[in-house]
C-alpha cells in the first residue's frame, strides 16, 4: 500500500485530455497577445470541464490583471481555501504567492455582509442577484444598492456605501404588507340598523342512536382521506415551487452571458416564492382538517348504541352510558 501511494503521488496530477489542452494552449496564446479578457473565457471554459483549482486561481490571477477586483476577490477566496498545505519548496513559493494576490485584492474591494430577515427569498446587489445561500459580497468602493424581495411580493432597497479593505454588515427587512381597509359607509349615510333578535328555539331532544349511520361513517371517511391525499399534493408541490424560485436566483446572480447590465425582473421569483408559500398553507390546512375529519369519523363509530345528543345554541351535550 505504502508502495502504491508513492507510486500515485510520484505520477503527479491525472492527465488533461485533448479539449482541456487546447483551451489552454488557446489561452496562453491570447495572454501572449495581451488579450486577458478572452483569456479569461477561455479559462472559464477549462473550470468548466474539470472543476480544477489551478483554473480557478488563474480566472482570479486574470480578473486582477483587468482590474476586476469584486470577482477577483471571489475566485482568489475559493482557489486559497482549496490549495493543500504545502508539502516542497515549488509548492510553498506558490502557496505564498496566492494569498499574497487575495491580500491585494482584499485592500481594493468592499465587503457586505448581508443579514437578511425571515421572509426574504432573494437579494440583488447593484440589480444583480446574489447566488443562493451566500452571504458575503464583495463590491468596489463607493455606493451601492441593495434589494431585498419577501415571499408576498414586498421589496426593500437600502443604499450602503463601503470602504476599500471595509467589512461592513447591512441587515434587510421587509415592511409587512399593508392590511386592506374594509369598505366603509359614506359620510353622513344613515347606519344600517340591526336585525332584530330572533328568539332561539331549542330542537328536541334526540332519542337513543340505534348505530352508527353507514353514511355518515362513509362521507368521514372519504373526505378524510381525500383531504390527506391532498394536503401531501400540495406540501410536494411547495417543494418544486421552492426549488424553481431558487434555481430563477441562481440565473439572476449569474446575470446576462453579454456582461451588458440589466434591470432584474422580479415577477419569476416572487411568483415562484408565492406560490410555494400558498402550497404550503393548503398543505398544511387539508392535512389538519383531514385528520380531524377521521378522528371525528371515529368517535362517532365508536360511541355507544344508547348516546343521546342534543345541540343547543350554546353548546352540544353528549350523553351516554357504558
Same mark, same amino acid.
Not at 3 to 12: D, K, R, S, V, W
Not at 114 to 129: H, I, Y
Not at 275 to 301: H, P, Q
Given at each position: 500500500?505504502l ?10 496530477p491525472p492527465?488533461?485530455s485533448r479539449?482541456?489542452?487546447e &483551451? ?15 483569456a ?6 477549462v473550470?468548466?470541464?474539470e ?14 490583471r483587468?482590474g ?6 471571489v475566485d482568489?477566496s ?21 494569498h499574497a494576490?487575495l491580500?491585494?485584492?482584499r485592500?481594493?474591494?468592499?465587503e457586505m455582509v448581508l443579514?437578511p430577515?425571515?421572509g ?13 445561500g451566500?452571504s458575503?459580497v ?5 455606493q451601492h ?6 415571499e408576498?411580493?414586498q421589496?426593500a ?7 476599500a479593505?471595509?467589512?461592513?454588515p447591512?441587515?434587510l427587512t421587509l415592511?409587512k ?9 359614506p ?6 340598523e340591526?336585525?332584530a333578535p ?12 340505534p ?10 371517511t372519504m ?9 401531501a ?6 417543494q418544486?415551487?421552492?426549488q424553481?424560485?431558487?434555481a430563477?436566483w441562481?440565473r439572476a446572480y ?9 434591470q432584474?425582473d422580479?415577477k419569476?421569483?416572487?411568483?415562484a ?6 402550497m404550503?398553507?393548503?398543505?398544511t390546512?387539508a &392535512?389538519v ?6 378522528v ?6 365508536w360511541?355507544p348504541?344508547?348516546t343521546q ?5 350554546h ?8
Amino acid at each position: 500500500m505504502l508502495f502504491a501511494a508513492a507510486t500515485a503521488h510520484a505520477a503527479g496530477p491525472p492527465e488533461r485530455s485533448r479539449p482541456v489542452k487546447e &483551451l489552454i494552449r488557446e489561452a496562453e496564446a491570447a495572454v501572449a497577445r495581451l488579450d486577458i479578457a478572452r483569456a479569461r473565457e477561455l479559462w472559464v471554459e477549462v473550470y468548466e470541464i474539470e472543476r480544477s483549482n489551478v483554473a480557478m486561481c488563474t480566472m482570479g490571477q486574470l480578473d486582477a490583471r483587468m482590474g476586476r477586483w469584486a470577482e477577483a476577490m471571489v475566485d482568489l477566496s475559493q482557489c486559497v481555501d482549496q490549495m493543500p498545505a504545502p508539502r516542497t519548496k515549488q509548492e510553498r513559493s506558490l502557496y505564498e504567492r496566492r494569498h499574497a494576490d487575495l491580500a491585494r485584492a482584499r485592500l481594493r474591494v468592499g465587503e457586505m455582509v448581508l443579514v437578511p430577515a425571515p421572509g426574504v427569498v432573494g437579494m440583488l446587489v447593484n440589480g444583480r442577484g446574489v447566488k443562493h445561500g451566500s452571504s458575503r459580497v464583495y463590491v468596489p468602493p463607493g455606493q451601492h444598492e441593495v434589494t431585498a424581495v419577501g415571499e408576498d411580493g414586498q421589496v426593500a432597497r437600502t443604499s450602503v456605501k463601503v470602504e476599500a479593505g471595509e467589512s461592513k454588515p447591512v441587515p434587510l427587512t421587509l415592511d409587512k404588507p399593508a392590511p386592506v381597509d374594509r369598505a366603509q359607509a359614506p359620510k353622513g349615510a344613515p347606519a344600517p340598523e340591526a336585525p332584530a333578535p330572533t328568539a332561539t328555539k331549542e330542537p328536541p331532544r334526540a332519542a337513543a342512536r340505534p348505530g352508527p349511520d353507514l353514511r355518515v361513517v362513509v362521507t368521514g371517511t372519504m373526505a378524510s382521506v381525500g383531504l390527506l391525499v391532498t394536503g401531501a399534493v400540495c406540501l410536494q408541490s411547495a417543494q418544486g415551487y421552492k426549488q424553481e424560485a431558487t434555481a430563477a436566483w441562481d440565473r439572476a446572480y449569474r446575470g446576462p452571458t453579454d456582461g451588458t447590465a440589466s434591470q432584474p425582473d422580479y415577477k419569476e421569483f416572487v411568483d415562484a416564492a408565492a406560490s410555494a408559500k400558498l402550497m404550503r398553507v393548503l398543505g398544511t390546512s387539508a &392535512l389538519v382538517v383531514g385528520a380531524t375529519a377521521g378522528v371525528g369519523t371515529l368517535v362517532y363509530v365508536w360511541l355507544p348504541n344508547d348516546t343521546q345528543i342534543r345541540v343547543a345554541t350554546h353548546g352540544a351535550e353528549i350523553r351516554f352510558r357504558w
